[in-house]
């Protein structure tokens, strides 16, 4: 089971911390990925850590911006959001799978675990 949570309203340019906490011994077996979904669009990923934390994918759009880390012993992965946008308001999930981390991690179909979202909303 997995627990989104974080979100909040910001403004553009700052920054916004949302977090994933999995349930269960086996959460740090998982590769974790965040995708979000802004209204009238289809959800789309946004980045992804391996089960150790030593791999990341980001979309190109994130990348520079977001950062995304884990802490097994607290079953707890992180995204980190900097110089938010207003296209980055949506709601975001996270999920787990057993996948490797590279640019196939962005099919939502490889996951099997996710989250209930949690609303970010970022204004101009």
């Known amino acids: 089971q997995l627990q989104a949570s974080g979100g909040g309203l910001v403004q553009a340019g700052d920054s916004l911390r949302v977090s994933c906490v999995g349930s269960?011994?086996?959460?740090?077996?998982?590769?974790v990925g965040w995708f979000r979904q802004a209204p009238g669009k289809d959800r789309e990923f946004v980045a992804a850590?391996?089960?150790?934390?030593?791999?990341?994918y980001y979309i190109d759009s994130v990348k520079g911006r977001f950062t995304v880390t884990r802490d097994n012993d607290r079953n707890t992965v992180n995204l980190h959001m900097d110089n938010l946008k207003p296209e980055d308001t949506a709601v975001y999930y996270c999920?787990?799978?057993?996948?490797?981390?590279?640019?196939?991690?962005?099919?939502?179909?490889?996951?099997?675990?996710w989250g209930q979202g949690t609303l970010v909303t970022v204004s101009s």
């Open positions: 850590i391996s089960y150790s934390g030593s791999s990341t």
């Open positions: 999920a787990a799978g057993l996948i490797v981390v590279s640019s196939t991690s962005v099919s939502s179909y490889k996951y099997d675990y």
């Open positions: 269960g011994r086996t959460f740090s077996d998982y590769a």
